[in-house]
């Protein structure tokens, strides 16, 4: 079996390119297309893979072409010929799921939400604080990009959403049905601390939607300790909101993360997450979470067991959630094992058994190099 894996782009990490790197330890082998890809930024390891991009790597503005160049990604996903492919796998957020296949090809598209500013368009450009001229310029430019996404939703043979969240929008603006497998989280990594110090503790990209800036304005006004790891173009503003007890740490390595997380008093997510891997690897230390009660903290927490959930996203909202915290006697223990049902193990299997029923064998195996072993005793309809 030929297999294909597809992406939008890789030019930083996040929870979507873990969903790529767990396709990749199930088909080694195949080649990963994306727009652009720039090796400075992602893991080492990458540097092995067969990763091949579009024209769009060839541009000199490529690292901003989130922003300067949206009406160009759809080509050069379609410039892609993906003719030879038995199985497409695609990871997509906005236009990896529009890749042009041959009848012949089963495209499987793991959905990590449909495109987030052509749908939800206005919240975006407030979120950016984009000027006047800027919404003129690209109210065009979205019409264009949500008619697109309309059209290419239906090359796609089977949908499955990270979160129920993101099934409900697939069903709405594709009108598609999708099932829901939850993305992987290495949780082997993490463990429970004997000891819990007092602070709180994020780990997310500086972007609007995150919304950071209700974490900061309300650990400040509670006069609590907060950790904030990660870095982007929000930095300044954060920094400007902050009061003395916010530390702004940058990049914490992964071999230094899960102590970090394991000794927070609580993990907070204020924003709303597609599905949020952060949150669940706390949950791996055994660490309470307090979310904003939407999107997928409904999918991967418990209120008032693994967490708190709060159902205004505002400054207020969410210090009513960390006071509340205070009163819940949290069982590290039961945390943990909430959160082990989204080990990667666990989601890795779940595709393999979709595959098996989306391509049409004629039995459903455990591993993919046995798929690979077995491919010949294997029949497609």
Request: contains cysteine.
């Amino acid at each position: 079996m030929k297999v294909a894996i597809v992406h939008d782009f890789l030019v930083q990490m996040g929870g979507a390119e873990k969903v790529v790197e767990a396709f990749h330890d199930l088909f080694p082998d195949a080649p990963i297309y994306t727009s652009v890809y720039d090796p400075e930024a992602m893991p080492a390891c990458y540097r092995s893979w067969d990763i091949r991009t579009s024209f769009l790597q060839k541009l000199p503005f490529k690292h901003r072409l989130h922003r300067l160049a949206l009406g160009l990604y759809p080509l050069a996903f379609e410039s892609f010929d993906l003719s030879s492919y038995d199985l497409v796998l695609s990871s997509s957020s906005a236009f990896a799921k529009g890749v042009v296949t041959t009848p012949k090809t089963v495209h499987i598209c793991y959905n990590h939400t449909p495109m987030r500013y052509a749908w939800t368009s206005e919240q975006y450009m407030k979120n950016e604080r984009s000027s006047r001229l800027s919404r003129l310029l690209l109210l065009p430019v979205l019409h264009y990009l949500r008619q697109w996404d309309v059209i290419s939703a239906s090359r796609v043979d089977f949908y499955i959403a990270n979160s129920s969240t993101v099934a409900r929008r697939i069903e709405k603006f594709y009108g598609r049905s999708s099932d829901i497998i939850c993305p992987p989280v290495d949780t082997e990594r993490f463990f429970i601390s004997s000891e819990v110090e007092d602070y709180y503790i994020i780990v997310s990209r500086f972007v609007p939607y995150k919304r950071l800036d209700i974490a900061v304005e309300a650990m400040t006004r509670l006069n609590r300790p907060l950790k904030v790891v990660g870095s982007g173009r929000q930095m300044k503003t954060l920094k400007d909101k902050a009061g003395p007890t916010v530390e702004f740490l940058g990049r914490v390595s992964d071999a230094d993360l899960p102590d970090l997380m394991s000794r927070a008093r609580a993990y907070l997510m204020p924003g709303e997450e597609d599905f949020g891997i952060a949150p669940v690897e706390a949950n791996a230390c055994g660490r309470p979470v307090i979310a904003y009660a939407s999107g997928g903290a409904l999918d991967s927490q418990i209120d008032g067991v693994t967490g708190v959930l709060f159902p205004q996203q505002t400054v207020e909202g969410l210090c009513d959630a960390v006071l509340r915290a205070d009163s819940i006697d949290f069982h590290p223990k039961h945390i943990r094992e909430h959160a082990l049902q989204f080990e990667l193990r666990m989601f890795q299997d779940r595709i393999e058994r979709f595959i098996c029923e989306a391509m049409g064998f004629s039995q459903t195996v455990v591993r993919t190099p046995y798929i690979a072993e077995t491919r010949q005793e294997v029949t497609l309809p």
